[in-house]
Structure formats: C-alpha cells, structure tokens
C-alpha cells in the first residue's frame, strides 16, 4: 500500500470531486499541530487537517491524502502533463468505467482528448483533471 499527499485549494471541492466523481470514500483524517509540522519539516508551524480518501476501504487499498491551506496553485492549470514538472498525474485502474464516466457527465467534468479510448480488447482510457489540474487517469473494462 502506497500514499500520496496533495495539497488543494478548495479542500471540500477536492472532496466532492474525488467522492462524487470518481467514486472514492473518505475513510479516515487527522489532524497535524503547529510542533510536528515543524519538527517534522512538514511545514513552518503551520496546522493542518488531512483528509483520507480510497477507492474501496480496505486494508491494502492505496490511500489518497487531501490538505488544504486555502490558498490557488502557485503556477497556472496545466493543459497537458508536459506543461509542468513534479506529479502530474495519477492512475487509476477500476472495475468498471461506465459508472465513472455517468458520473463525469452528471457533474460537468470536461473528458480531454478523445476519451474514452479503447486501450486492448478490454480496457479503456478516459482522462479528466481534478479541480486543481491534476490529471486522473481511468483504466478499466467500461462495463
């Protein structure tokens, strides 16, 4: 099991977005104070609250961190994952796509390129950025 921390501008559009399209679960949070976030070289002292998200709630699920410290990107929203360097991208293999791609629809969320896009026989490929620009790709059979 692996995590990764992503630091937002809107910690409740993270969510929503996360949950409501692409279908993940807030599993667990905590709270970091103003001494571990020093001592650890997290922050400078500043406290923050994590939220802890997955696919499905399991023990060796991976798990998706989201912080917020209020505050936009400090570089512009990337169109492609060339655009800038760093994590740009994660990849999720689902079950099922169909019900992904409903929910991308229902909540106004651009498909870019010419997604989906069969991959093999099986699989397809769709590809959408979360709220702050990170690029999700979604892998799996469409039904």
């Avoid at 103003?34 to 798990?63: C, Y």
Wanted: aromatic share 8%; net charge negative.
């Amino acid at each position: 099991m692996f995590g990764v921390g992503v630091v937002v501008s809107d910690l409740q559009r993270s969510i929503d977005f996360y949950t409501k399209v692409i279908g993940m679960q807030v599993v667990s949070g905590f709270s970091i104070d103003e001494e571990f976030g020093r001592s650890s070289g997290l922050t400078g002292g500043i406290p923050f609250s994590v939220k802890v998200l997955k696919l499905a709630d399991l023990p060796e699920a991976n798990v998706w961190k989201l912080i917020s410290f209020g505050r936009e990107a400090g570089h512009p929203k990337p169109a492609y994952i060339q655009d800038d360097t760093g994590m740009q991208y994660i990849t999720l293999h689902v079950n099922r796509l169909a019900p992904i791609l409903e929910r991308i629809r229902e909540h106004g969320v651009a498909l870019l390129g010419e997604t989906p896009v069969p991959m093999d026989n099986e699989r397809h490929f769709a590809l959408v950025q979360d709220p702050d620009g990170t690029f999700i790709e979604l892998i799996g059979p469409l039904n």
